[in-house]
């Protein structure tokens, strides 16, 4: 009797602690982020679809399409084609095709680039309900960046 | 196959019916699929049905490089993805024996214990859920959130990090992820209280945990159960103090140990675990020595010698074992994968017998299950 | 009053020591072969230690203490023995050794009041790959075995029920063997 | 859709059907399935840091009955694919799909030769209407894709797009 | 009554809706194939009669006829219906049987309604000139536990016995 | 007497209940499960307690009086449900059924 | 009592005000308790339909209502749609008795409090049967619950109206509201004369209104981890969000009895100035209690909610019971 009569207090005074934990939580300032009314700014290190970097100097890809970005992924999802124009001592790249559908965003393909000549991009909050999109086409990509 | 609602059958013959709980079903965390036989609200068997998202990581390590099976450790289990790329590297650093720069030791240290904490804070909110509360989960995601931000600052990522790598780890940390880690363990201990006197000490909890499910010692090692499930009853069975890795054995810390085994006993060891983690973290950043974050001579493509190599890790669910048979080649000839949580729920079936149906959620919360860790 | 690997080597070896051949006589000695690397076997050599063989291991090395092969027919008395000695099943799991023609069945112990890992394998010929089941002793060899006979299609005897786990039910296929394709 | 609507009733309804769809956009209820990794960063979406509340889109349903968008985060396996044809088949017109990660869009990282378990994208499955790309994609991807799915239901959009910085 | 000139048709109205209510139920009620539909059937009687109490000055009767049949005689066959899940299969009867139990009942019936309700037809009303109490809660009360006292107390009696008897049957009926 | 409003009219409600009686005693013989029986003498019951109300409002000195019968009346009711009930679960698990034909097991 | 008919006209005009005001009242009530429950997480609930998302409600009947319905196979129609509408009536009809002003009433009754009673029970067969009707295994274990819940949490509840009743001598809601008059001291929460016990009293009936509604932590029939949905599995669009305005509608009817009968009604607390605003007040600060107990506490287990009735409640009830009787006894001679 006497157990069961402390247990109905102790309980009720858990009741109470706990409701007033969630009072205190109620008078606080939300956490929420007003997303798509701010942008947010995504850290140094973030992982998002690659892009190409340029080359501050021509004004081109650095990239010279050595395949070792292709080679590291390990989702196949790259595909880089370059060719060797005359009196240039690289090839220069022509096509660099991202699947980003089967990237896992590991990062393999950006530590294994010798030039950096790729980067994580920040692009956060891609959604769209054209499939299609995600084959990526990054030369064009950086061109129309250009212009 | 009859995911719910389930339409009832004519009256079966006997007393009790099927209930087929999953694969998709709220308390199944995923995908799990529970073949219950019921007398009433009564469990008679519950038979887990596992595979739902089974994702062929084994098969995939036979098809990869070293390096390129990286993504996928920390897609297995994907809440402590640190520790899991932690064993896979582990595994492939003994096999070369390379020497680990000490900071990136320390890091790694840091890195996992978060992990583990952010961990820990996914299960406690939704094993509340599961208890029918749902405003812990918030709170216990707004405090993951502060994790995930000071991991993505590091890693770039903010669930699959893929963080560490052969011979240390990806980046080297910066002041301002120092800053913020401090900051965070000064923020969750007086959180950690927040919980206790919100949760722990809630009667409801307390009379839906306290008794509940009880898992003996035996059963546990019978099963091969791991991690808190263990800890909860009754063994310290910790790999990071039975089997040192990493630089573990420098820091100060207990394992929690409750020996009563029932459902509040497992909340417990994971509550009490985050408090000790705190308390590495601490220590680790106390101690973090300057030097370099990545080994030096890893080759760029990977061979290793011929033979076995295992190595286990503590992961927030238990025993996590990366067993790699190696052929010389650039790519394993076998990668087993020993995950924690395929040896906790197989205890399942014989520890729910009898129980009734709430009473079984509970337990199956308190196991803290991630099912394509089951699954693979 | 956890054991030493040694004494658990030494009750391993003395309990399962290797078939001996027609015609020469069992060794004196248990094999206690102390090689400080790994075993080093390559798939064309199909897992080079024989049966009977109990060597420790380099466990800074390997992540194990030790690890013993047996006869598929021992497996059982295997297993009761490292529960004798308080260990728990960690897990099992196949290998396929596709040139040499053998699956290899690796059981892993742990214990959890010391620290101490022991390897138990058996060989098994690949057209034939049956191995008595050692659920009854571990009981959570069950879902280990189900993994096992999904991945490999190793059979194991008096299994309960040894229906596909993660597979899908209906599932014929073993894809961890070496000659799946897709 | 022809939008010259000549006579007055067609107006009406054309209004009506402004109107019903406005409620359809605001009031999305996603069905409560996870399967993998996406789930968590689904369920972080409707945690209070980005709390898809504001949308009206937290009334996550367990019972397929009441749900109006199902939200296929994760890896969809052979052995799984029935089952999710089968909620999918469960839930009531009208009724979404959105495909978070790259595993439901396309099996993701998980698709290599020789692969015997993973379903190459949900589509298979039944029609999607909104992809989210990503290993896993952050909440904020959600949150747009449901403004986006939104912007599909009402043909507007009502939020400014905001420009990865 | 009052000044609003139709409430008398109202009311007849309304009078007619439950007298209909509690046919129809009662058919419902004896005529239903699924049993569920039965119950159901005799919630709508309950409804009816509620109703009927109510026109017999005595709406007390009625709101304990709803709180009793309803909310508890009901409740609980539905609830013995979902524990020992029972649907009447209609097919297992020969024909012949059923029609030959529905003729019987069907007599039976009719005989029993036709002698009743001859003699209600033909019964006495007058009323009484005056009227002991008021009928009102009050006065139920006081009856229940000053004249009636003795059969209060075995009523009681009945219902402890009968829940008690309840529980024993319903727990040795478990193996 | 025609200006009586219905409702004022005791025939009108000794034809209902009667009409109750009778119907309960169909359903007390046609059904064939116990649970259905049940619900007949439910009716049967529901008859007899309008009758008395009946009475009581026409005809009876004290209004009270067919009141307190009719309460216990329900009582009764309820009782009777109670105990059927439980007999009813526990036949059911004995048996499997509670058609009525079942329990002709139980003879002898 | 004559059974006269005042007003046809007024009737109508009652019952369309009844439905707005439990439409209204669930559709705000289900906006208020998302914005709450957004403010006990720390995050602002739903915001964008409309300012401060006052249009949510709008836009989730919109939705509703032109969802398909569908009745499952296997189902029983009938019962099936009949369901959601039989646990609305008896709520609207409940609130026809409660007076929310001295002349705010739908429907004065000297039974008030039965009426309360009868009608509040029929609302369990229907959740009930709307489960069953579903010929699903989650929604009939769920129906099963609420029944024995309803059942185990209706004696406690009626024990205290019993004593209720000997403390007020009348079942009038009004009269009962009149008592009170005169500041907070008067209310019956405060009527120690009467009963020593009389706060404990009214936490009793909280929890058994708690219960009686099926709200959390008593939420067994919708319990989502264990359940799906509940009884409510089957139902989609409209079906649905009759159920939920019902449990709104069940909710308002449970705090406005409790309001009545403990909080003095329309009574002020001071003494002056009474009307239907304090009653709304107590009534609304009532309801947010209970958003608030469902957001902090996890679900009780099923045995533990029944042991709670049985083993704590109905003796407690039974011994306030027996003490107001002594009380009254002694005051009176």
Not at chain 2, 338 to 353: D, M, Q, V
Request: charged share 20%; with cysteine; net charge neutral.
């Amino acid at each position: 009797m006497r157990a069961t009569l402390r247990e109905i207090v102790l309980g009720c005074r858990s009741l109470l602690v706990g409701m007033r934990v969630t009072m205190v939580e109620f008078f606080k300032p939300v956490v929420t982020v007003p997303y798509p009314h701010e942008a947010l700014r995504m850290p140094e290190r973030y992982r998002g679809p690659i892009e190409l970097v340029r080359d501050p100097a021509t004004g081109r890809a650095i990239c010279y399409a050595c395949q070792l970005c292709a080679r590291a992924c390990p989702s196949g999802c790259i595909t880089v084609e370059g060719v060797k124009r005359e009196g240039e001592r690289r090839k220069r790249v022509t096509q660099y095709q991202l699947d980003f559908s089967l990237c896992s965003l590991c990062g393999a393909c950006v530590e294994a680039c010798p030039d950096a000549a790729i980067r994580f991009s920040k692009r956060y909050n891609w959604a769209t309900p054209h499939k299609e999109e995600f084959l990526l086409d990054l030369v064009r990509q950086l061109e129309q960046e250009s212009r | 196959m009859t995911p719910p609602p389930a339409t009832v059958q004519a009256p079966g013959s006997g007393e009790t019916f099927l209930l087929n709980l999953g694969p998709q079903h709220p308390a199944t965390h995923g995908v799990l699929r529970l073949k219950l036989t019921m007398d009433g609200e009564y469990i008679t068997r519950a038979e887990p049905v596992c595979g739902y998202v089974h994702r062929m990581h084994e098969k995939m390590g036979e098809n990869r490089k070293y390096a390129q099976f990286l993504p996928n450790t920390s897609r297995i289990d994907y809440l402590s993805a640190m520790h899991y790329t932690h064993a896979f590297v582990g595994a492939v650093e003994r096999a070369l024996g390379l020497a680990v720069p000490p900071r990136a030791e320390y890091i790694r240290v840091i890195t996992s214990e978060l992990n583990r904490i952010s961990s820990h804070l996914v299960w406690f909110g939704a094993f509340l859920l599961d208890l029918g509360g749902f405003t812990p989960l918030l709170y216990a995601f707004d405090d993951r959130e502060q994790i995930l931000d000071l991991l993505e600052a590091i890693t770039g990522s903010r669930l699959t990090y893929c963080y560490y790598r052969f011979g240390g780890v990806c980046h080297d940390i910066d002041n301002a992820f120092l800053e913020g880690t401090r900051a965070f363990v000064a923020r969750m201990r007086p959180r950690l209280r927040l919980y206790h006197e919100l949760v722990t000490d809630n009667i409801i909890l307390r009379n839906r945990l306290i008794g509940i499910g009880p898992i003996p010692l035996e059963l546990c090692r019978r099963y091969g159960a791991t991690g808190p499930v263990i800890r909860g009853s009754g063994a310290a069975y910790d790999v990071r103090k039975t089997e040192p890795y990493s630089v573990y054995p420098q820091f100060d810390f207990d394992v929690p140990v409750y020996p009563e085994g029932d459902s509040m006993a497992r909340y417990r060891v994971r509550m009490d675990e985050i408090e000790q983690s705190l308390r590495i973290v601490e220590q680790a950043l106390e101690r973090l020595p300057s030097g370099p974050v990545r080994a030096e001579g890893v080759p760029r493509v990977l061979k290793l010698p011929a033979g076995e190599f295992c190595c286990a890790v503590e992961a927030a669910r238990g025993r996590f074992a990366v067993r790699i048979v190696s052929d010389r080649r650039e790519i394993p000839w076998r990668v087993k994968l020993r995950t924690p949580s395929f040896s906790n729920l197989s205890l399942f079936e014989e520890a729910s017998r009898g129980m009734m149906l709430p009473d079984a959620i509970a337990l199956l919360g308190s196991l803290d299950l991630v099912i394509p860790d089951i699954d693979r | 009053m956890t054991p030493s690997p040694e004494q658990i080597a030494r009750e391993l070896a003395s309990r399962f020591p290797p078939s001996p051949p027609a015609d020469a006589p069992p060794p004196a000695a248990p094999a206690l072969a102390s090689t400080g690397g790994p075993a080093g076997a390559t798939p064309a050599e199909g897992g080079a230690a024989e049966a009977g063989t109990v060597r420790m291991l380099d466990y800074a090395r390997c992540g194990c203490h030790l690890e013993a092969h047996v006869q598929p027919a021992q497996v059982v008395a295997a297993a009761a023995l490292m529960d004798q000695f308080g260990f728990a099943l960690d897990t099992i799991t196949g290998l396929d050794w596709l040139p040499a023609g053998r699956m290899e069945i690796v059981y892993d112990f742990f214990h959890p009041h010391a620290t101490l890992r022991v390897a138990v394998r058996t060989r098994v010929p690949r057209d034939q790959p049956d191995v008595p089941t050692v659920s009854s002793i571990f009981p959570g060899a069950n879902w280990h075995e189900r993994e096992t006979h999904d991945f490999f299609g190793i059979r194991f005897l008096g299994h309960p029920g040894l229906t596909p786990l993660l597979l899908p039910e209906e599932a014929a296929f073993h894809p961890l063997r070496k000659d799946f394709t897709g | 859709m022809d939008s010259k609507t000549p006579s007055s009733p067609v107006v009406t309804f054309a209004a009506l059907d402004r109107l019903l769809a406005a409620g359809r956009a605001n009031s999305l209820w996603p069905l409560t399935f996870g399967l993998a990794c996406c789930a968590i960063e689904m369920m972080a979406a409707g945690a209070s840091r980005f709390d898809i509340s504001r949308f009206g889109a937290e009334v996550f349903r367990p019972s397929p009955r009441q749900a109006d968008v199902m939200i296929v985060a994760g890896t969809v396996n052979w052995k799984m694919a029935p089952a999710v044809k089968t909620l999918y088949d469960q839930m009531l017109e009208p009724k979404w799909v959105i495909a978070m990660g790259n595993c439901a869009i396309s099996g993701g990282p998980f698709v290599f030769p020789g692969q015997y378990a993973v379903v190459e994208g949900v589509d298979k499955l039944f029609p999607v209407d909104v992809y989210i790309p990503g290993c896993p994609p952050r909440p904020e991807a959600l949150i747009e894709g449901i403004l986006e799915l939104e912007q599909k239901i009402t043909g507007k959009r009502r939020w400014p797009r905001v420009q990865p910085a | 009554m009052t000044s609003f000139p139709a409430s008398a048709i109202v009311a007849e109205a309304i009078f007619g809706g439950f007298v209909a209510l509690t046919v129809a139920g009662a058919l419902l009620a004896a005529l239903a194939t699924r049993i569920l539909r039965s119950v159901c059937g005799l919630a709508v009687c309950s409804l009816g009669l509620a109703g009927l109490y109510t026109f017999l000055h005595s709406p007390f009767l009625g709101l304990m006829q709803i709180l009793i049949y309803i909310g508890a005689v009901c409740v609980t066959i539905v609830f013995a219906i979902m524990l020992a899940e029972t649907e009447e299969s209609a097919g297992r009867e020969s024909r012949r049987r059923r029609l030959a139990w529905g003729g019987t009942a069907l007599a039976v019936s009719g005989c029993v309604f036709w002698g009743v309700a001859r003699l209600g037809w033909d019964g006495v009303r007058a009323a009484p000139a005056s009227r002991a109490t008021d009928g009102s809660v009050g006065a139920i009360g006081v009856s229940l536990l000053t004249t009636h006292g003795l059969a209060f107390e075995l009523i009681s009696l009945v219902l402890l016995v009968a829940i008690l008897g309840a529980l024993l049957v319903a727990r040795t009926g478990r193996h | 007497m025609t200006a009586l409003p219905f409702h004022d009219q005791p025939r009108v409600y000794f034809l209902v209940a009667a009409f109750l009686l009778a119907v309960g005693i169909f359903g007390l013989i046609r059904r064939r499960t116990l649970v259905g029986m049940l619900i007949g003498g439910e009716l049967m019951m529901a008859g007899a307690s309008l009758n008395v109300m009946v009475w009581n409002r026409f005809t009876a000195p004290d209004p009270a009086v067919g009141q307190v019968l009719v309460l216990f009346l329900m009582g009764l009711a309820a009782a009777e449900v109670a105990i059927l009930l439980s007999i009813i679960i526990a036949v059911y698990r004995n048996y499997r059924s509670i058609k009525a034909g079942v329990l002709d097991e139980m003879k002898g | 009592m004559s059974v006269s008919l005042p007003e046809p006209l007024r009737l109508f005009a009652l019952l369309a005000g009844a439905m707005a005001f439990v439409g209204l009242n669930a559709a705000y009530l289900v906006w208020a308790e998302r914005k709450a429950a957004g403010r006990f997480q720390r995050r602002p609930g739903p915001t964008e339909a409309g300012p401060a998302g006052l249009l949510q409600p709008v836009a989730d009947v919109l939705k509703l209502i032109s969802k398909q319905l569908m009745v499952p196979p296997g189902a029983d129609a009938v019962l099936f749609r009949a369901a959601p509408v039989l646990v609305l009536v008896p709520a609207m009809i409940c609130l026809a008795v409660i007076p929310f002003g001295e002349r705010w009433v739908a429907r004065e009754m000297p039974l008030g409090l039965l009426v309360l009673f009868a009608f509040g029970s029929i609302q369990v067969m229907a959740v009930m049967l709307g489960g069953w009707a579903s010929r699903n295994k989650y929604a009939i274990i769920s129906a099963a619950r609420i029944v024995s819940q309803d059942v185990a949490y209706e004696i406690p509840m009626l024990l205290v109206m019993i004593t209720l009743l000997m403390v007020t001598g009348t079942m009038d809601l009004g009269e009962i509201v009149r008592q009170q008059a005169g500041g907070f001291w008067r209310w019956h929460l405060f009527r120690l004369d009467a009963n020593p016990l009389m706060p404990l009293t009214f936490v009793i009936y909280y929890i058994c209104m708690l219960a009686e509604t099926n709200r959390a932590p008593f939420d067994m029939a919708e319990a989502e981890s264990e359940l799906v949905a509940g009884a409510y599995t089957e139902y989609s669009g409209m079906g649905f969000g009759v159920f939920f305005m019902a449990e709104y509608a069940n909710i308002v009817v449970g705090c406005a009895t409790a309001t009545v009968l403990f909080l003095g009604g329309w009574q002020s607390p001071i003494g002056v100035g009474s009307g239907p605003v304090w009653f709304l007040a107590k009534l609304y600060g009532l309801v947010f209690s209970v958003i608030w107990v469902r957001w902090t506490f996890p679900r009780t287990q099923f045995y533990g909610l029944l042991n709670l009735s049985w083993k704590i409640l109905i003796p407690a009830s039974l011994f306030i019971l027996v003490l107001s009787g002594a009380a009254l006894q002694l005051s009176g001679s």
